[in-house]
């Protein structure tokens, strides 16, 4: 139980465009999703918290506008990286928690997206 | 603000040669402290959460113990497939759900 699926694992995307990631909670039904970013051999930072049907969260120095996220049902989170440019490339990770399972079965992550912008 | 740091940054084993990894925190009001093992490429995988001091948990060769200002993930006889980064994390009661991260551990066991 409790499985968060996301795609695309890999995206190429020329400087400029946009992209967008999408995290989906397979089994249960996720009020909020957590976004993080990770660069290699670093931690998980967190970017921002999506609230179904509210807007996001979003940690200090994450611009609102360049990652735009959206919480339109209660299984589904996007994150676009509107005008992505090389800085923008990363691992990009969504996690959520099953609140019928507690606190004893943790988070629930996807298997993350490659982000590479050229 | 939270925080959570882990020691060492990597660590090479024999397999079958026991260890422990560490993982200092700081944190207003503990509600959970959480190890994940993350393989390469892949998000992290949920192992245990912890709730307070004196508190352990166990998986296979894994166990978890916890103290009020560090955790301990000990691994007993460890096989090749347990190489991984292991997470630590810890989330406050008033920070909304939110989980601070540590850098991680990378354990490598040689054959």
């Known amino acids: 139980g409790a499985v968060v699926s996301q795609h695309p694992s890999r995206v190429i995307c020329k400087s400029g465009t946009s992209v967008k990631i999408e995290c989906r909670s397979l089994?249960?039904?996720?009020?909020?999703m957590f976004w993080y970013r990770q660069f290699p051999k670093q931690s998980l930072m967190l970017m921002a918290t999506?609230?179904?049907?509210?807007?996001?969260?979003?940690e200090q120095g994450v611009e609102k506008d360049k990652f735009l996220i959206n919480h339109a049902s209660l299984t589904l989170s996007t994150l676009t990286v509107t005008s992505a440019h090389p800085e923008d490339s990363s691992f990009y990770i969504c996690s959520a928690r099953d609140p019928s399972r507690g606190f004893n079965y943790g988070y629930t992550f996807g298997s993350g997206t490659r982000l590479t912008v050229v | 603000e939270d925080q959570v740091t882990q020691s060492p940054e990597a660590l090479r084993l024999q397999e079958g040669e026991s260890s422990s990894l560490n993982c200092s925190y700081t944190?207003?009001?503990?509600?959970?402290l959480f190890w994940y093992r993350q393989d390469p490429g892949k998000g992290p995988e949920f192992l245990f959460t912890?709730?307070?001091a004196g508190e352990e948990k166990e998986k296979e060769r894994l166990k978890a113990t916890l103290t009020k200002k560090e955790s301990f993930l000990h691994i007993t006889a460890p096989k090749p497939e347990d190489s991984a980064t292991y997470l630590c994390?810890?989330?406050?009661?008033?920070?909304?759900?939110?989980?601070?991260f540590g850098d991680g551990t990378t354990l490598t066991v040689k054959p």
């Open positions: 994390a810890v989330q406050g009661n008033t920070n909304a759900g939110k989980s601070t």
């Open positions: 089994d249960f039904q996720a009020t909020t």
């Open positions: 999506s609230n179904e049907g509210s807007k996001a969260t979003y």
């Open positions: 912890l709730y307070s």
């Open positions: 944190v207003s009001g503990l509600r959970g």
